[in-house]
C-alpha cells in the first residue's frame, strides 16, 4: 500500500536556523508529492508540490525535491521564523489513482526568539 | 485557489445526538473530501463526495454513521450521527483545483467538534 513517514516532532528551532523535516514515502505508482501546513488553530493550507521525479516545490522560503532513487521529499528552509511556528504534513497522491491523499503523521515545529 | 468555508467552525455535543457539518466553495468542483483529524493525530480520508452519486467510503467508515450529501457543484455535508466522546475530531472538507492528474486538494477550515 501508500505510506509516508514523516521524522518524529516537535522539533524545536531558535530563529534564524536551518530547517529540515524528513519525508520519505512508498507507493505502488507515481504519486504527487505535498507539503502542507497547519497554523495553530486552523486548517491545512498548500505549501509546496511536485508532481513528478526531480521537480522541486517551494513557496514563502520553503522548499522540498522530489527524489525518486530514495522515495523522499525533505522541506527545507534556510531561515526560519517565529511564524513558521506550525503543523507541518507530508502528503502523497497517486495520479490517476482516485485522487485520496495519504498523510504522514505530522511534525510539529517550534521557532523561538 | 478555491475559497472553501465550513459550519459550524467548532461546536460542543452530547453524546448521542448528531451534528451536520456544512461545506461551501465559491467555484464549481467535481470531487469533494472528508477527513478526521483526531487530537494529535494525521488526516484519515472517511470518503470521496461527487456530485450526483453516492459517497464512496474508505475502509472504516460508513454511511450510517457519516452519511453525506452532494446536492451540487458547490455544497456539501458530513453528519456524525449518534456521536460518542470517540467522535470528538477536527472535520474538514477538501476539494479538488486544478486539472487533471495534478489536480490539488484544498482544504476548508475545518469543523472543531468535542463531544461530551
Known amino acids: 500500500g501508500n505510506s509516508v513517514t514523516q521524522m518524529e516532532g516537535p522539533v524545536t528551532l531558535s530563529e534564524e536556523a536551518f530547517l529540515t523535516i524528513n519525508c520519505t514515502y512508498t507507493?505502488?505508482?507515481?504519486?504527487?508529492l505535498f507539503w502542507y501546513v497547519q497554523y495553530p488553530g486552523e486548517g491545512l493550507q498548500l505549501l509546496l508540490k511536485a508532481t513528478k521525479a526531480d521537480d522541486k516545490g517551494s513557496n514563502k522560503g520553503f522548499e522540498a525535491t522530489y527524489r525518486k532513487e530514495t522515495t523522499s521529499f525533505h522541506l527545507e528552509k534556510g531561515s526560519v521564523q517565529v511564524s513558521d511556528s506550525a503543523v507541518y504534513f507530508c502528503?502523497?497522491?497517486?495520479?490517476?489513482?482516485?485522487?485520496?491523499?495519504?498523510f504522514g503523521t505530522g511534525t510539529q515545529l517550534k521557532v523561538e526568539l | 485557489s478555491a475559497v472553501i468555508s465550513q459550519k459550524p467552525s467548532r461546536d460542543i455535543c452530547q453524546r448521542g445526538t448528531s451534528l451536520t457539518i456544512q461545506c461551501q466553495v465559491d467555484s464549481q468542483v467535481t470531487m469533494m473530501f472528508w477527513y478526521r483529524q483526531q487530537p494529535g493525530q494525521s488526516l484519515t480520508l472517511i470518503a470521496t463526495?461527487?456530485?450526483?452519486?453516492?459517497?464512496?467510503?474508505e475502509s472504516g467508515f460508513v454511511i450510517d454513521k457519516f452519511p453525506i450529501s452532494r446536492p451540487n457543484l458547490t455544497f456539501s455535508t458530513l453528519t456524525v450521527s449518534n456521536m460518542s466522546p470517540e467522535d470528538s475530531s477536527i472535520y474538514l472538507c477538501?476539494?479538488?483545483?486544478?486539472?487533471?492528474?495534478?489536480?490539488?486538494?484544498?482544504f476548508g477550515p475545518g469543523t472543531r467538534l468535542t463531544v461530551l
Open positions: 463526495a461527487n456530485q450526483g452519486s453516492e459517497a464512496t467510503y
Open positions: 502528503a502523497l497522491r497517486l495520479t490517476g489513482g482516485g485522487n485520496k491523499l495519504t
Open positions: 507507493a505502488t505508482g507515481y504519486p504527487s
Open positions: 477538501s476539494v479538488e483545483w486544478g486539472g487533471l492528474s495534478t489536480d490539488t486538494q484544498y
